[in-house]
C-alpha cells in the first residue's frame, strides 16, 4: 500500500473539527441545536430551519453501503500499486430514520469486493498515513 | 430594444462585519450576507429562485451555497469566472435574468478572505479546494469516470439496470458515427466489443467512456428577424433552462431531500424547459444528450420524460434511440464516438438536424430537437435547449 502517497486532504475552516476528531479516532457529525438535524460534511449553517447553531456529536460508526465502484485505472501515478482498489459511498446509520442522509466515503478494508451490495451494513475503521493524518475507511460489520 | 430600462430592482441589501480575520468560511460569509439582505429585503430563503456571484478560485460557487441554505429549487445561475471587471454584470445578468422571466428573486453576492486566506495575486493560501475534495481524494476518487460509475451502480442497485443496457448505447452511437464524416471512431462495434472492453472504473469499461478530444466549436446568435436575412433557415431557441446544483454528497437534485443517485437534477429543469418552449418529450424529435459516459444518456432519457423512472433501460433495448427509432439520440455520435467538445457539438449536430443538412444521419422531418447538458451530478447544475425549425 502506498497509502502515505495519497492526496491528502485539505480541510476548510468549517470541516477542520471535523477531522481532528477523526485524528482523535472519533467519528463525529454536526447536530443542528434550531432542529436537531444531522448535518455532514460540515458547514456552518442548518439547511431546514437556517440556524447557525449547532455541536458536534459522536456518530455510532455504522452504515449501509449506498453505492460503489471499483476502480481499475491508473489515474494517479502514486496509487498505481494500488489498482484495482473499491470506494463505498455509505448512508449512515444515524439519523437515517428521519432522513437526515448522512453519507460518506472511503475505502473497503477487510473484506471482499465481491460481497459488496446496497445496503450492506459496515462499521468505520480509522487509518493513520502518518503523524498528520487520520483517514475512515469501512468494513463489514460483525 | 428597450425591454430593459427599469424593470428590474434592487430590494436588500446585506453584509458581514468586514474584517482582517473572519475565522469563518467563504460559505458561511455567502450565508450570512444573503440571510442578512433577504431579512433587509422582507423575503427568506423560500422566496429565492436563483443566485449569482463572481470569484476567481477564491471563493464558494451557487452549488455549494444554495443546498447549504436549503433554496428549494434553483432556476438559474452565475457562477462567473472573474475579479473586480466583472462584479457589476452579475447583478446586470441577474436583471437580464428576471427581465426575461427566467428567475425571479435573485441573490448576488461576493464573499472573499481577501486576507486571511486568499490574497490577490496569488499569495496566501492558494485557490480553496473544491468543497467536496477533501472527502473523497485521499480514498482515490476524484475522476469523473469513478463518479459516474458510482451513480451508475446506485442505477443498477435500485433498477436492475445491466451493462448489457449501457453497452447499447455505445454501440448505437458508433453506428451513428459510422454516418459522420467528422467523428473520431467511425469503424463500427459490436455489444461484445463493448463487453470485452476493459474495465476504467466498475461498473463502467472503456467504451463507457467519452472521447478526450482537442477541438472546437461554436455558435451564432441573434434575433430570428435578422436570423431570416441570413444564409440559413433559421433555427429558434425555443427553451433554454439551467439552474439546479449540489455536491456530490447531498446528490443531484436534493439540496433539503434524501439523496438519490438515481435522480438528477434534469428530472427538476425539465418541466420548465418544456414549459418554456411550449412543447412536450412526445414532441421531441431527435435528441442530443449530453454522453460523458453511457450511464448519463440512461439516466436522462428518464428524466427528461421519454420512459419512466427506472425504465432507461429497456427504453434502450427497444431501440428507441436507434437510427430510424422513435427518438434517435445522438445522431453526430455523441461524446462516445463523434467527439468531446463539451456540449456545444451537440448544440450544432440539433442545428444540423433542424436546418436538414446532416446528410445520411438526417433524421427525416425534424422539427425539434432537445440538447442537453451534464445533468447535474457534478459542479453547477445543469442546462438545456430546445431548438426548433422557423415553422
Ligand atoms: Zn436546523
Redesign the pocket.
Known amino acids: 500500500m502506498s497509502l502515505a502517497q495519497r492526496p491528502r486532504p485539505e480541510p476548510d475552516r468549517d470541516s477542520a473539527p471535523w477531522w481532528e476528531a477523526v485524528r482523535r479516532h472519533e467519528l463525529t457529525v454536526q447536530r443542528?441545536d434550531?432542529?436537531?438535524?444531522l448535518r455532514f460534511p460540515a458547514r456552518t449553517v442548518?439547511n431546514?430551519?437556517?440556524?447557525r447553531a449547532y455541536a458536534w456529536v459522536p456518530a455510532r460508526g455504522t452504515g449501509r453501503v449506498y453505492s460503489w465502484v471499483v476502480n481499475h485505472q491508473v489515474f494517479m501515478r502514486s496509487m498505481a500499486d494500488e489498482v484495482p482498489f473499491p470506494v463505498l459511498l455509505v448512508r449512515l446509520d444515524d439519523g437515517a430514520e428521519q432522513g437526515d442522509d448522512l453519507l460518506m466515503y472511503g475505502n473497503l478494508t477487510g473484506g471482499d469486493v465481491a460481497g459488496l451490495r446496497p445496503g450492506l451494513p459496515v462499521e468505520a475503521v480509522f487509518v493513520d498515513f502518518d503523524e498528520e493524518t487520520t483517514l475512515v475507511q469501512w468494513r463489514p460489520a460483525g | 430594444m428597450g425591454t430593459f430600462r427599469d424593470r428590474t430592482a434592487v430590494a436588500g441589501v446585506g453584509y458581514t462585519p468586514f474584517s482582517k480575520d473572519s475565522g469563518v468560511s467563504t460559505l458561511t460569509l455567502a450565508v450570512d450576507a444573503i440571510l442578512a439582505a433577504l431579512d433587509d429585503a422582507g423575503l427568506t430563503v423560500d422566496d429565492v429562485d436563483a443566485l449569482a456571484t463572481h470569484r476567481v478560485g477564491d471563493s464558494t460557487p451557487p452549488w455549494v451555497v444554495a443546498p447549504a441554505l436549503g433554496v428549494p429549487e434553483v432556476s438559474w445561475y452565475l457562477d462567473q469566472f472573474g475579479g473586480g471587471s466583472v462584479s457589476h454584470s452579475v447583478v446586470g445578468q441577474a436583471a437580464m435574468a428576471v427581465a426575461a422571466g427566467v428567475a425571479e428573486t435573485v441573490v448576488c453576492y461576493r464573499a472573499i478572505n481577501a486576507r486571511s486566506e486568499f490574497r490577490m495575486g496569488g499569495t496566501g493560501r492558494g485557490p480553496a479546494p473544491l468543497f467536496d475534495t477533501q472527502y473523497q481524494a485521499p480514498y482515490g476518487y476524484f475522476a469523473p469516470p469513478q463518479q459516474f460509475a458510482m451513480f451508475a451502480r446506485a442505477h443498477m442497485n435500485a433498477y436492475g439496470t445491466t451493462h448489457e443496457q449501457l453497452g447499447r448505447v455505445a454501440v448505437g452511437q458508433r453506428a451513428s458515427a459510422v454516418r459522420n464524416p467528422r467523428a473520431l471512431k467511425r469503424d463500427p462495434i459490436t455489444l461484445d466489443d463493448y463487453l470485452a472492453s476493459r474495465w476504467i472504473a466498475e461498473p463502467l469499461r472503456l467504451l463507457d467512456c467519452c472521447l478526450e478530444t482537442d477541438g472546437a466549436c461554436a455558435i451564432v446568435v441573434t434575433s430570428r428577424e435578422r436570423a431570416r436575412d441570413l444564409a440559413h433557415p433559421p433555427v429558434l431557441i425555443s427553451g433554454a433552462a439551467w439552474g439546479g446544483g449540489d455536491s456530490l454528497f447531498s446528490g443531484a437534485g436534493s439540496g433539503v431531500d434524501g439523496t438519490d443517485f438515481t435522480v438528477t437534477e434534469a428530472a427538476r429543469l425539465a418541466p420548465r424547459l418544456y414549459a418554456m418552449a411550449g412543447v412536450g418529450p412526445g414532441e421531441v424529435d431527435v435528441a442530443e444528450i449530453y454522453d460523458c459516459f453511457t450511464y448519463s444518456v440512461l439516466v436522462q432519457l428518464e428524466d427528461y420524460g421519454f420512459c419512466a423512472k427506472g425504465e432507461g433501460g429497456p427504453y434502450i433495448e427497444s431501440g428507441a434511440i436507434l437510427p430510424g427509432g422513435e427518438l434517435p439520440v445522438n445522431t453526430h455520435g455523441g461524446f462516445l464516438s463523434e467527439g468531446y467538445v463539451h456540449g456545444i457539438n451537440h448544440i450544432a449536430e440539433a442545428v444540423a438536424q433542424l436546418r436538414g443538412t446532416a446528410g445520411d444521419r438526417q433524421v427525416p422531418g425534424a422539427e425539434v430537437a432537445l440538447s442537453t447538458a451534464q445533468p447535474g451530478y457534478v459542479l453547477a447544475g445543469t442546462s438545456a435547449l430546445i431548438l426548433r425549425s422557423d415553422p
Not at chain 1, 434550531?34 to 438535524?37: E, K, Y
Not at chain 1, 431546514?48 to 440556524?51: E, L, T
Open positions: 443542528c434550531g432542529c436537531g438535524t442548518c431546514r430551519c437556517r440556524s
